[in-house]
């Protein structure tokens, strides 16, 4: 079955400080593998999105993502946190084979202290 | 371009009564999703249409919930009766068909509190 997990529901970082949130899927099949992020009352706005081209992704707002097949994971980073980064964020896995259904982690809420 | 849009944007009934959700997706956009987010979860997919046709309704909560997409633009979904546990936020997305690997764009969402 498919599944995605987030290892971390919270994660506090000091602001300009590096950010890590963990992702790690489990599929049969090559994945799409997508995080969003979610601002208090706003809609899941995307930051980047893995499409089995490079394995490091570059995403919006100094964002990144490795894609490491062998270990099923796609982490999350940023090297300097910012209070506006403040948020839910979410990783989810798609399979075009099951005609692009997502399905979502549970979330990481990242919480940015001056 | 225009996003999805989704209204009501809060809505608050007494178990037992009906509500309905309105989505219209980007345009040329084929697939349509409804989720439900409950405060502190992941949304979860309640149904997944390809032009007007279900792909997915596996885990749509049938006995109560319905989903229509006339002519595969807009979409309704509609609970009815309502119960204390539809609390929650429900979310339209779009996403091009045939586009492999296309992320979904996501609408502001519908509150509903049901008391």
């Known amino acids: 079955a498919q599944s995605v997990t987030q290892l971390d529901s919270h994660v506090s970082v000091s602001e300009g400080t590096p950010v890590l949130l963990r992702c790690n899927y489990s599929s049969s099949y090559s994945p799409s593998l997508f995080w969003y992020v979610q601002h208090p009352n706003k809609g899941l706005q995307l930051l980047l999105k893995?499409?089995?081209?490079?394995?490091l992704v570059k995403g919006i707002n100094g964002f990144e993502a490795e894609f490491k097949k062998s270990e099923t994971s796609f982490h999350l980073t940023k090297p300097s946190a910012h209070m506006s980064d403040a948020a839910e964020y979410f990783c989810v896995v798609s399979f075009y084979n099951q005609g692009g259904k997502l399905i979502f982690g549970q979330g990481t809420e990242l919480s940015v202290k001056p | 371009e225009a996003g999805v849009a989704q209204s009501p944007r809060y809505k608050i009934i007494e178990k037992r009564q009906s509500v309905a959700f309105w989505c219209n997706p980007i345009s040329g956009h084929a697939t349509l999703y409804w989720y439900q987010q409950i405060l502190g979860q992941g949304p979860k997919l309640l149904i997944q249409?390809?032009?007007?046709?279900?792909?997915?309704d596996s885990q749509l909560p049938k006995d109560r919930f319905s989903a229509e997409r006339l002519k595969g633009v807009d979409s309704t979904l509609k609970i009815q009766p309502a119960k204390l546990e539809d609390s929650a936020v429900y979310l339209c997305?779009?996403?091009?068909?045939?586009?492999?690997?296309?992320?979904?764009?996501f609408g502001q969402g519908t509150r509903l509190t049901v008391v």
């Open positions: 997305a779009s996403s091009l068909q045939g586009q492999n690997r296309a992320e979904a764009f």
């Open positions: 249409f390809q032009n007007n046709g279900v792909v997915d």
């Open positions: 893995y499409t089995s081209a490079a394995t």
